[in-house]
């Protein structure tokens, strides 16, 4: 069995960056959400209608993945919070 040990100083140094990354895509994702979610067509054809709906959909399906990312992000900040001076060990996996 192998194990990893961490020293809790580089975890919480590491933690803040996490904190600081998590805000700023947080606020590059919010700000991007009107411009990739409701995308206007180009002209009034059929061929620009799709292509502007198939953009939509795509930006609409990047903003429910970085919800789920962010809500992951959140949880993981939580769980590193409340364990901060624990010695933390991994247990590798076959």
């Given at each position: 069995?192998?194990?990893?040990?961490?020293?809790?100083?580089a975890?919480?140094?590491?933690?803040?960056?996490?904190?600081?990354?998590?805000?700023?895509?947080?606020?590059?994702?919010?700000?991007?959400?009107?411009?990739?979610?409701?995308?206007?067509?180009?002209?009034?054809?059929?061929?620009?209608?799709?292509?502007?709906?198939?953009f939509?959909?795509?930006?609409?399906a990047?903003?429910?993945?970085?919800?789920?990312?962010?809500?992951?992000?959140?949880?993981?900040?939580?769980?590193r919070?409340?364990?901060?001076?624990?010695?933390?060990?991994?247990r590798?996996?076959?």
């Open positions: 069995m192998s194990f990893v040990i961490a020293a809790p100083e975890l919480d140094s590491a933690a803040t960056d996490l904190v600081v990354l998590g805000s700023t895509l947080g606020a590059a994702t919010a700000a991007a959400a009107a411009q990739t979610t409701g995308i206007v067509a180009a002209a009034h054809d059929e061929v620009s209608a799709a292509i502007a709906a198939l939509s959909a795509h930006g609409q990047y903003q429910a993945a970085s919800a789920q990312a962010a809500a992951f992000h959140t949880r993981f900040i939580r769980a919070s409340r364990h901060p001076q624990q010695e933390t060990t991994c590798r996996v076959r």
